[in-house]
């Protein structure tokens, strides 16, 4: 008879996107129990049809209204196309409400492993100093100070997640062509790795 698994765990994280399934890695590798809820479906592989040519999907990528029907709010996300509108989640059968007085347009709910990271075109930005303590530059901010434990404070964290990411790259991609600030680790598919340094 097969034994069964303790089903407890320290940390229940919910989403694999960015922040949960970066979460879940550094919280796992720090030696916690960590199970991840997700609502998504794993990635498939015709999922990867971004580069699909507009004039070989059935309606051209033009089917704004045509996509409404089933995603009214998700529709109004730049990032909801023909391309990959299953992955978002259907208004229609997920509906949700807010108060009159407080309308909101819940976008990018997406129901795919890894959530909104699939629809961010790969770019990530690091916010800098100035963006986080833009009130002691030019005496102008978004908030009223200055954003504390911030930036420098950072640094040594942020650094060892950056060393952390690895990026997948056709078997015919020149190191060359990339400009990266940090370094950072490479590796083609055929299993060919280099590194980079700005």
Known sequence: ??????????????????????????????????????????HRPDDFREHQRPFDLPYGNLSREVLRRTRPRQTDCYACTEHNADWFANDVEEPYTTPADKPFSWQGRLRLVGGRTNVWA??????????????????????ADDTPNCGDDLQPGLSADNFQIRFRLPND????????????????????SWSLAG
């Open 1 to 42: 008879m097969a034994q069964k698994s303790d089903p407890s765990y320290d940390v229940i994280v919910v989403g694999s996107g960015a922040s949960g399934g970066w979460a879940a890695k550094r919280l796992s590798e720090a030696g916690v129990r960590v199970a991840i809820v997700e609502a998504g479906r794993p």
């Open 122 to 143: 790969r770019q990530s930005y690091r916010l800098s100093e100035q963006d986080l303590k833009g009130r002691s530059f030019d005496g102008e901010g978004v908030i």
């Open 173 to 192: 991609a020149e190191p060359s062509v990339l400009r990266i600030v940090d370094e950072l680790d490479f590796e083609s598919e055929d299993g060919k």
